[in-house]
């Protein structure tokens, strides 16, 4: 099974990188939204709480657009039958999810930076802001992966995707919000933590129990 | 049938009990009695999203085709729960505008029936996209699953947000409403019907859905 | 030529596969594909499905491989006496079938690897079925540039690099050319000792390289 697991892993990283496709786009969204914001922001001192909120909008539909590409690629290419047929359920959603947070780290990654730089923010507690970011990141690739194999098999019409994980990912979200505010404050943000683990605990268990349902050919 | 039966019985009590034998209250006055439609309303929009998600997980452990009526279930509950989350919605929101002075004020309840709102809506959507498929059962049964498991992620992280407007006997006891022994009866009653009158319309349309079915089994011979 | 082609010692042990299927009916919405179809098939056997396009046979192979579920009757498979479900059953079965399709970003060698991997089974084994089949030029390209009839050679050498118990071939001839049709035969006679083997076809040649028949209509 690890065996099966790992090569699902190298198989859809190599594809990714030669491909490019869900990291560019993720990517672009994230690099022109913050852009965006700074520009139309036009130097203007924002309150923690909007800097929050902001950094927040912009990875959760960063990650809209990047997120859903795993599972959909492998129906529109017609690799899906060829996929069942070689490797375990388990195997295939755990591949899927490990590929998934790499993407939100590359967003993460990309945003973070952006962010801080353009939009002049000073924050008291960057490890606990970095913290944060992580935990919050790796709670929306926890709950959309088996959103994003339910959507691929529902044809994978990109805003359907984003309807249908925007209520699953609202408690993380906010939590992830509240918590970075407090980190650029110099707050606490202990307990924020431990609720988006546990979320994403939940999640990837519940995940794995429907996953054998939401893969199986009808 | 006896839930017809009861709900002949019950729904009337609660509209006369609710416009005439409980009192009006002290400070609200008048504008009280919504009290015996909209809190029976959310509470049968809760019930209902329990009893969608419940039949969900019945529906794909019972793989082997146990129970594939619970689709029929899981779906007109949901449906049901939809059109009971609106009125609850628009009967708390003319209830706030002349309680508080406007219609819409993002404290806890309001804001936890928007989310049910948001996820029925993500819902239907899924289930007409997958119109015409297989799998439609299956996956929409498995998104139902998830929402419900979010659920008490909602419950524990709303009240850490959003500040509460709503006098909430059972989370909040600072801010009880003082219900008089003939508003407590109202309500009850009122709860049970609303209660009796959902699992009337789910069983009304859980045959419509099979005799539905039945006719299209039906033309193709 | 066994032993060429399997380095490992998996020919040397004794395998007993059955599949028993009954009563397997499917429909989509109020289509009906395929009615009260039943067949049983065990280590040296085989069989045809046959039928006009559109009778099910592919829809069929996939419930007969276990990655699609039937709508009605039932479906088991066993090696050794023991029942076959989910990883197990995927570790001892080959799909070559029309929409069984390989990563085009890929190579051949990786598709193998991958394959090969994924079902715990020794990549290495690979590298004299690329020789059989003609592809060891080819092996080190990307999917996208091979011809229709290279793919569906790789899509064979795919089927059978883990040395299943049941093997099932829909259309294997489909996209090659003489030579093509000759080396799958010939494969197929190395292999059919041991093997369980269904081919869904069109064809009246390859139809006849089967023992029995399922009639789909």
């Known amino acids: 099974m690890i065996e099966a697991i790992l090569a699902n892993i190298a198989k859809d990283f190599r594809i990714e990188f030669r491909r490019r496709f869900a990291v560019n786009v993720a990517l672009s969204f994230a690099a022109i939204t913050t852009l965006a914001v700074s520009l139309t922001a036009g130097g203007a001192r924002l309150e923690t709480r909007t800097h929050a909120l902001l950094f927040w909008i912009i990875i959760f539909f960063s990650a809209m657009n990047g997120l859903s590409h795993v599972f959909t690629r492998e129906e529109e290419e017609g690799t899906a039958l060829f996929l069942r047929t070689t490797s375990p359920e388990l195997a295939v959603f755990t591949a899927k999810l490990v590929f998934n947070m790499a993407v939100m780290a590359v967003i993460a990654a990309a945003v973070v930076p952006l962010y801080v730089f353009f939009l002049n923010v000073e924050i008291a507690s960057p490890g606990r802001f970095a913290l944060v970011a992580c935990a919050g990141s790796a709670a929306i690739a926890s709950s959309t992966t088996a959103l994003g194999a339910i959507v691929a098999r529902a044809g994978g019409r990109g805003s359907l995707f984003t309807i249908i994980s925007f209520p699953v990912v609202l408690p993380p979200l906010w939590v992830s919000i509240k918590a970075t505010q407090s980190s650029i404050a110099g707050g606490g943000a202990a307990q924020s933590i431990v609720f988006l683990l546990a979320f994403s605990g939940a999640l990837v268990a519940v995940s794995y129990m429907l996953f054998g349902h939401i893969w199986i050919e009808e | ?221 | 030529m066994s032993r060429r082609i399997f380095c490992t010692t998996s020919t040397m042990t004794v395998r007993s596969f059955s599949l028993d299927a009954v009563s397997l009916s499917k429909s989509y919405g109020r289509t009906r594909v395929f009615e009260n179809v039943s067949f049983s098939i065990a280590t040296g056997e085989s069989a045809a499905f046959t039928g006009p396009n559109g009778s099910g046979k592919s829809t069929l192979c996939d419930i007969a491989a276990g990655i699609r579920r039937p709508g009605r009757g039932t479906i088991s498979h066993y090696l050794n006496g023991a029942p076959l479900q989910g990883e197990s059953l995927l570790r001892v079965t080959g799909l070559a079938a029309p929409r069984v399709n390989p990563y085009d970003e890929l190579t051949g060698m990786e598709n193998v690897r991958f394959a090969a991997r994924a079902r715990g089974a020794d990549p290495l084994t690979a590298a004299p079925l690329f020789e059989f089949f003609g592809l060891a030029r080819h092996r080190d390209k990307l999917l996208r540039h091979y011809s229709s009839g290279m793919r569906q050679r790789l899509k064979l050498i795919l089927s059978v690099l883990h040395d299943p118990a049941l093997l099932i071939l829909d259309e294997p001839g489909a996209n090659l050319d003489d030579e093509g049709r000759w080396k799958l035969a010939e494969f197929i006679e190395l292999i059919r000792a041991r093997t369980a083997l269904i081919i869904a076809t069109n064809d009246r040649d390859e139809a006849a390289l089967c023992s029995s028949e399922v009639r789909l209509d």
Not at chain 2, 19 to 34: K, N, Q
Not at chain 2, 39 to 54: D, E, H, N, R, Y
Not at chain 2, 114 to 123: H, R
């Open chain 2, 1 to 221: 049938m006896a839930i017809t039966r009861l709900v002949h019985v019950f729904m009337p009590a609660a509209i006369v009990m609710a416009f005439v034998y409980a009192p009006a209250a002290e400070v609200l006055g008048e504008t009280s009695r919504l009290l015996y439609f909209h809190v029976p309303l959310a509470w049968v929009s809760v019930m209902a999203f329990a009893v969608s998600g419940i039949a969900s997980v019945a529906f794909l452990a019972g793989s082997k085709g146990r129970f594939p009526a619970a689709e029929t279930t899981f779906h007109n509950s949901a449906t049901l729960g939809t059109f009971s989350a609106l009125l609850a919605t628009a009967t708390g929101s003319v209830w706030a505008k002349l309680m508080w002075g406007s219609y819409w004020n993002w404290d806890p309840r309001e804001t936890s029936i928007v989310i049910l709102l948001l996820i029925y809506f993500a819902y239907f959507s899924l289930r007409s996209a997958l119109a015409g498929k297989a799998s439609r059962g299956r996956l929409s049964a498995a998104y139902l699953v998830i929402a419900m498991t979010v659920m008490p992620f909602f419950v524990f992280v709303i009240p850490r947000v959003f500040r509460s407007l709503h006098p909430d006997p059972v989370i909040n006891p600072g801010m009880k409403i003082l219900l008089e022994p003939e508003m407590k009866l109202a309500l009850i009653v009122s709860a049970a019907a609303f209660s009796l009158l959902y699992f009337h319309l789910l069983r009304i349309t859980n045959r419509v859905s099979k005799i539905q079915a039945a006719m299209e089994d039906l033309s193709d011979e």
